[in-house]
């Protein structure tokens, strides 16, 4: 079994993460590159600050997916609200056009959806552990 595996002062670990956010309502606000643009760029400067990296990012016209690599020590909530947080403010102060499809001026939805992805399936680890002292 081969990992990518990444490593800290104390740590050798494997962490990926599939992150999604959708806009309140599923309102359409990205209709156009340049916002999309705008909302990769955002993305991947918050994601520096973290130390986290960015593997993918696409969107489709009312949310985005992201897949990234992160430390143990990140503070996911915190990395994710941050997200939210800048993207939704900067977004509607370069992009004022938004604020018509928002109501209340609330761009994200509160909720997300965040799972970690494996470099190996499930049944692989299970095996692994199983064959453990067998050899």
Known sequence: MKYKLDKGAHSVYALQYHFVQVVKYRKEVFENHE?????K???REISERFEVNVLNIECDKDHFHMIFKAKPTLDIPKYINA???ITSREIQRNFPEVK?????GIFWSPSYFLATTGQVTLDVLKKYVEDQGHA
């Open 100 to 104: 018509t499809k928002l109501w209340k």
């Open 35 to 39: 916002i999309i643009d705008f909302l």
């Open 83 to 85: 997200i939210k947080t």
């Open 41 to 43: 760029q955002k993305v």
